[in-house]
């Protein structure tokens, strides 16, 4: 069942830049803190970024800080990436904790209920 639906992947160079969302499917999905993990080929799915309810505090792996910005608005969650590297290039999924989940806890898959997919990106050397 789809929850979570992400869009904005693509095939970029190094250097360029996406913009993904994340928007809700059959439902209602305001007030929620929200995530960004990706999983590229052989390896684990990773925490990416992160936003509070509120949208008044983000978290981000050392490997895109400075690059990747998470945000919201207009009931739809973004991830702007910016920089792009080719070991960037993964399957990325937005995640949704429950409605009321103020927890500063946002690292981890089972921090999230919700999660949409997957939009594919992918960045050329």
């Known amino acids: 069942q789809v929850q979570l639906v992400e869009s904005g992947g693509g095939l970029v160079q190094a250097g360029g830049s996406l913009r993904l969302s994340c928007a809700p499917s059959?439902?209602?999905?305001?007030?929620?803190?929200m995530g960004w993990f990706r999983q590229a080929p052989g390896k684990e799915r990773e925490f990416v970024a992160a936003i509070s309810w509120s949208g008044g505090s983000t978290y981000y792996a050392d490997s895109v800080k400075g690059r990747f910005t998470i945000s919201n608005a207009k009931n739809t969650w973004y991830l702007q990436m910016n920089s792009l590297k080719p070991e960037d290039t993964a399957v990325y999924y937005c995640?949704?904790?429950?409605?009321?989940?103020?927890?500063?806890?946002?690292?981890?898959?089972?921090?999230?209920?919700?999660w949409g997919q997957g939009t594919q990106v992918t960045v050329s050397s």
């Open positions: 059959g439902r209602t999905f305001s007030g929620r803190s």
């Open positions: 995640a949704g904790k429950r409605l009321g989940d103020y927890s500063g806890n946002y690292y981890y898959q089972d921090d999230y209920a919700y």
